[in-house]
């Protein structure tokens, strides 16, 4: 499609480095070479997948549609995979990802358990420098961070961890190998998306389960079921409309946005209308009506739905009590799409503690010593989270102009240019970016709208024989501004969510999504290209 040898490219090993073998990844290097650049992708892991790729664990789940959850840019791959299941297991999303590397035959431009640790801008030269953990430093005219919003596990930091004599996991870097509970005493603790995945998986198998619950978490049922051939050939024959739907709608989603207020409408028709989403399941719940995520009055409706139908789920009315959100309103902190969670605490060999009241003060050789008891235990799960969005980013030392560190110019919270790059940092994409709608939307259709933005932004800059491309410090003023602005005018900067960096000591208290929609962002990406790449520093040499 365009030269490789354009004029203003200087000496690099490759055209473009890409961190990460995931969704992003992937797509960017098959885009990549689509355009006729060379790339070379890192991966830490041993093979692609990404996110999909570490959490193997019991009951791992997308809480997003397979038909949606799936990539839309090759209408014969969209056409001819089958997906099994309303919802897709992980295991499905994995084999469908590897299939994906095999039909573009990707793995060839893959470095697999590789990590990279640094990627440093070369003023002079205007090239990157990208070195990896065996000492390597490769040379690329681009830098591209595919490197996740939900990557950077937290490794729990719980006093006495290595003296534990059992065996201990996290949710977000499982063993290959299945692991089996039967007949285990075993603690989950952490009850976000995660946690409330893995409880009823690990329930069925160990002898006792304790579930540690710093935060009750609204959950809303999935009732998953087997994907009939008839509905998925439906969905297939209406594919593009379906899609264009998508990527025009706020969450990247085909849910049902509801254009009416929760307090325009009479109890009954409320009521009926969140019985209708209830049953429905899913995250769909959330936009039951429109000013849910801006209206506390509104919003207390819903929550007090799902608080109702909890009390009814389990049957202790203390247990109950115990697991009903009360801290934020619903949505803020990341929806919770589960199956049979709360009605695994009807179980005789499930207990809950409250985490809150009576915090972990250590763990010792034989269990967890809280505050007030103790819980011996033979393995413990940590559903515990991520350094959500910034945390695969600042965890690598990432320099641009004059040496300065992305961790340092993000300290007071992220800066970006539409969430994709950041200014002082010349051909560095971050794709699914802080500032970006990322993880706020089914994130396929986000991260293929980056790549194909970055996909044209190259292309024009080979047309223009352009060295580099950089954010103005102005456009990613004005930028932050506004993702600041349209984050203060919803109820999600209440809450003390990841989204917030809330779940890290010490992270800026900043909402990290864009939480304009993926329709609205993607027509002011697209303004911005059209209007020759506006806010954006462009020029011929270093
Ligand atoms: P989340 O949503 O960040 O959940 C982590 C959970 O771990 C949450 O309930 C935390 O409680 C809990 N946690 C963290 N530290 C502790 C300590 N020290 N003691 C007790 N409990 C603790 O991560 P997930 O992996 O579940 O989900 C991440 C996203 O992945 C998810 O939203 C989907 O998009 C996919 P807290 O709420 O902080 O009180």
Same mark, same amino acid.
């Given at each position: 499609?365009?030269?490789?040898?354009?004029?203003?490219?200087?000496?690099?090993?490759?055209?473009?480095?890409?961190?990460?073998?995931?969704?992003?990844?992937?797509?960017?290097?098959?885009?990549?070479?689509?355009?006729?650049?060379?790339?070379?992708?890192?991966?830490?892991?041993?093979?692609?997948?990404?996110?999909?790729?570490?959490?193997?664990?019991?009951?791992?789940?997308?809480?997003?549609?397979?038909?949606?959850?799936?990539?839309?840019?090759?209408?014969?791959?969209?056409?001819?995979?089958?997906?099994?299941?309303?919802?897709?297991?992980?295991?499905?999303?994995?084999?469908?990802?590897?299939?994906?590397?095999?039909?573009?035959?990707?793995?060839?431009?893959?470095?697999?358990?590789?990590?990279?640790?640094?990627?440093?801008?070369?003023?002079?030269?205007?090239?990157?420098?990208?070195?990896?953990?065996?000492?390597?430093?490769?040379?690329?005219?681009?830098?591209?961070?595919?490197?996740?919003?939900?990557?950077?596990?937290?490794?729990?930091?719980?006093?006495?961890?290595?003296?534990?004599?059992?065996?201990?996991?996290?949710?977000?870097?499982?063993?290959?190998?299945?692991?089996?509970?039967?007949?285990?005493?075993?603690?989950?603790?952490?009850?976000?998306?995660?946690?409330?995945?893995?409880?009823?998986?690990?329930?069925?198998?160990?002898?006792?389960?304790?579930?540690?619950?710093?935060?009750?978490?609204?959950?809303?049922?999935?009732?998953?079921?087997?994907?009939?051939?008839?509905?998925?050939?439906?969905?297939?024959?209406?594919?593009?409309?379906?899609? =264009? /739907?998508?990527?025009?709608?706020?969450? +990247? *989603? $085909?849910?049902?946005?509801?254009? &009416?207020?929760?307090?325009?409408?009479?109890?009954?028709?409320?009521?009926?209308?969140?019985?209708?989403?209830?049953?429905?399941?899913?995250?769909?719940?959330?936009?039951?009506?429109?000013?849910?995520?801006?209206?506390?009055?509104?919003?207390?409706?819903?929550?007090?739905?799902?608080?109702?139908?909890?009390?009814?789920?389990?049957?202790?009315?203390d247990i109950a009590a115990k697991l009903t959100p009360t801290d934020h309103a619903i949505g803020t902190k990341r929806i919770c799409v589960d199956t049979d969670y709360y009605a695994t605490f009807n179980r005789a060999n499930?207990?809950?503690?409250?985490?809150?009241?009576?915090?972990?003060?250590?763990?010792?050789?034989?269990?967890?010593?809280?505050?007030?008891?103790?819980?011996?235990?033979?393995?413990?799960?940590? =559903? /515990?989270?991520?350094?959500?969005?910034? +945390? *695969? $980013?600042?965890?690598?030392?990432? &320099?641009g102009r004059a040496g300065k560190s992305l961790k340092d110019k993000w300290s007071d919270g992220p800066k970006t240019y539409l969430g994709i790059m950041v200014a002082g940092f010349p051909n560095l994409f971050t794709l699914?970016?802080?500032?970006?709608?990322?993880?706020?939307?089914?994130?396929?259709?986000?991260?293929?709208?980056?790549?194909?933005?970055?996909?044209?932004?190259?292309?024009?800059?080979?047309?223009?024989?352009?060295?580099?491309?950089?954010?103005?410090?102005?456009?990613?003023?004005?930028?932050?501004?506004?993702?600041?602005?349209?984050?203060?005018?919803?109820?999600?900067?209440?809450?003390?969510?990841?989204?917030?960096?809330?779940?890290?000591?010490?992270?800026?208290?900043?909402?990290?999504?864009?939480?304009?929609?993926?329709?609205?962002?993607?027509?002011?990406?697209?303004?911005?290209?059209?209007?020759?790449?506006?806010?954006?520093?462009?020029?011929?040499?270093?």
């Amino acid at each position: 499609m365009m030269s490789p040898h354009s004029p203003a490219k200087p000496q690099t090993d490759y055209d473009a480095i890409v961190v990460g073998a995931g969704f992003a990844g992937l797509y960017m290097l098959h885009k990549l070479r689509e355009i006729g650049l060379s790339a070379r992708v890192f991966e830490t892991g041993s093979d692609v997948g990404g996110t999909w790729f570490w959490n193997r664990y019991p009951g791992a789940r997308c809480d997003v549609y397979s038909m949606e959850y799936s990539y839309s840019f090759d209408e014969q791959l969209q056409q001819e995979w089958v997906w099994t299941e309303r919802y897709p297991a992980q295991p499905e999303i994995l084999k469908y990802i590897e299939h994906v590397a095999d039909r573009f035959d990707l793995r060839r431009d893959i470095q697999f358990d590789t990590r990279v640790t640094a990627a440093h801008f070369d003023e002079e030269t205007g090239i990157w420098l990208v070195k990896t953990e065996d000492g390597t430093t490769v040379t690329a005219c681009y830098c591209i961070m595919a490197s996740g919003a939900l990557s950077a596990s937290r490794k729990p930091d719980f006093e006495g961890l290595d003296d534990f004599g059992g065996t201990w996991y996290h949710t977000g870097q499982w063993p290959h190998d299945p692991v089996d509970f039967t007949g285990q005493r075993v603690a989950v603790i952490g009850t976000g998306s995660s946690g409330i995945q893995v409880t009823p998986m690990v329930a069925q198998q160990a002898a006792n389960l304790t579930v540690f619950q710093r935060t009750p978490n609204f959950s809303i049922p999935a009732w998953n079921y087997p994907l009939s051939n008839a509905e998925q050939e439906n969905w297939k024959r209406q594919a593009a409309h379906h899609r =264009a /739907t998508a990527k025009a709608s706020k969450s +990247g *989603a $085909l849910y049902q946005y509801s254009q &009416r207020s929760a307090l325009e409408v009479s109890d009954e028709e409320r009521q009926g209308e969140f019985d209708a989403r209830w049953s429905h399941g899913g995250a769909n719940f959330t936009h039951a009506f429109n000013d849910l995520f801006k209206n506390k009055a509104a919003n207390d409706l819903a929550a007090d739905y799902v608080r109702r139908k909890i009390s009814e789920i389990v049957q202790n009315k203390d247990i109950a009590a115990k697991l009903t959100p009360t801290d934020h309103a619903i949505g803020t902190k990341r929806i919770c799409v589960d199956t049979d969670y709360y009605a695994t605490f009807n179980r005789a060999n499930v207990a809950l503690v409250d985490a809150r009241a009576t915090p972990i003060q250590r763990i010792t050789k034989e269990g967890i010593e809280t505050t007030d008891d103790f819980y011996p235990v033979d393995s413990i799960v940590f =559903a /515990t989270g991520y350094d959500a969005v910034t +945390g *695969a $980013l600042t965890r690598i030392d990432i &320099r641009g102009r004059a040496g300065k560190s992305l961790k340092d110019k993000w300290s007071d919270g992220p800066k970006t240019y539409l969430g994709i790059m950041v200014a002082g940092f010349p051909n560095l994409f971050t794709l699914t970016g802080p500032g970006s709608p990322s993880i706020l939307t089914n994130v396929v259709m986000s991260i293929e709208q980056h790549v194909e933005w970055v996909g044209n932004c190259l292309i024009h800059m080979a047309r223009e024989e352009l060295q580099l491309i950089e954010a103005d410090q102005q456009a990613e003023d004005e930028w932050v501004e506004h993702v600041r602005e349209v984050a203060n005018g919803t109820l999600h900067v209440h809450a003390d969510s990841w989204y917030m960096g809330a779940n890290i000591p010490g992270k800026p208290r900043v909402m990290l999504p864009y939480v304009g929609g993926l329709g609205v962002y993607t027509r002011i990406c697209d303004e911005v290209a059209a209007e020759g790449y506006r806010g954006f520093i462009q020029s011929k040499t270093a």
